[in-house]
């Protein structure tokens, strides 16, 4: 069992940057690929980044590529996400998720474990 706290979440003026961090506990998280998913009001919960367990591999989803950056820190049992140039429409709650298979899949349905999300509200 694995058990993921975000945290992160605020309110930042468009342009804007955030940092969010999930910290893996329970089973040391260098053994699982990572994710961060999204979910805006009235949404579906949508793919944001992945990252592999060696962090050599990521992925992206087109809306944030060039402005997220999804790193690692296994010592830590952390994952990050960079954000910068946040636009009104990165307003949602963050999740993030891990699997025990391999590849970085952008379903919901293929990502195992999850926390409770953390809020970040792009607003001017």
């Known amino acids: 069992q694995v058990q993921l706290v975000e945290s992160g979440g605020g309110s930042v003026q468009p342009g804007g940057s955030l940092r969010l961090s999930c910290v893996a506990a329970?089973?040391?998280?260098?053994?699982?690929?990572m994710g961060w998913f999204r979910q805006a009001p009235g949404k579906e919960r949508e793919f944001v980044a992945g990252?592999?367990?060696?962090?050599?591999?990521?992925s992206y989803a087109d809306s944030v590529k060039g402005r997220f950056t999804i790193s690692r820190d296994n010592a830590l049992n952390t994952v990050y996400l960079q954000m910068n140039i946040l636009k009104p429409e990165d307003t949602a709650v963050y999740y993030c998720?891990?699997?025990?298979?391999?590849?970085?899949?952008?379903?919901?349905?293929?990502?195992?474990?999850w926390g409770k999300g953390t809020l970040v509200t792009v607003s001017s």
């Open positions: 329970g089973r040391t998280d260098n053994t699982y690929n």
């Open positions: 990252i592999t367990r060696s962090g050599r591999i990521t």
């Open positions: 998720a891990t699997r025990d298979g391999l590849g970085l899949p952008n379903t919901r349905s293929s990502w195992d474990y």
